[in-house]
DNA sequence: TCCTAGAATGGACAATGTCTAAGTCAAGCA
DNA sequence: TGCTTGACTTAGACATTGTCCATTCTAGGA
């Protein structure tokens, strides 16, 4: 059963049969999809959802905070079901392939004070950007 | 004289009042701005200046390294002219202004090799996000 | 079973960006 | 200085991504 539409389960989410089906759609490691994507796989399962539904439902899983929004490239937002385990991602520049990763330490604490300008910071979003083995090598 | 218009006529670069314009616009510290806040500020200086010249010559700047294109909020592309002096960025999630910040450090050596999955990385981009001293205040 | 608040629908609309065909011009050269 | 030419600019159509709204439908409680 996926974790996320249990998750969902446990807050009292009022469960249709749309919802179902882009939870679903969005379970798992190394997901991230764009609203349209999760469109398509959404449509398979259930050939009458509609745009709006699943623009309506990624919103609202946001807002609970079970999904995170990742801008990676310039076009489409990203949608990471991935939400309980703080991470940054590694973004192949010619393919557009996506890593959850992990780094060390707190990125936050190489903002020195003088460098803060009043701001009070509540987060911090790493993109590594780079070439991945599949790439590299064609 | 625009330092930014300088650099560019150093290149080579065949100059005409739409790209004079353009960079004008773009320059100084701080500059961060959309494609179309770069179009209005251009049509107040060269009124019959067309959207898609603008697309271009940002374009063109971004590619000889000249101007970043920065994404901080998840609409419009931003241009940075400060292309020349590494920096990250520093975001207020309620009013979307902007600063241009220097952490210390290299976030790269933040990545372990076992996180990178074979990927060769080339670029590291980090935005910080919170609240600016206005905000907080209001 | 029936009601009702909340959810889904689909189609119009908005924002941002890209492309193309035709006209215009900067810059080198005679 | 006055051509020539290829690069630049233009207007507007088009594409993509996302939002909004009025209407219809339905999950879940009484």
Known sequence: ????LERLRGRGWRMTAQRR??????????IHLTADEVHARAVAKLPEISRA???????EMVSLGEVI???TDRRAKRYDPNAHRPHQHLVCARCGAIRDVHPVGNPLSDLPDSERFGFTISDVEVTYRGTCP????A
């Open 1 to 4: 059963m996926s974790d996320l």
């Open 21 to 30: 089906v882009v939870a679903e759609v969005l379970d798992g490691d190394h």
């Open 53 to 59: 539904t699943v623009y309506n439902t990624l919103g």
């Open 69 to 71: 929004e990742v801008s």
């Open 134 to 137: 599949n790439c590299a090598s």
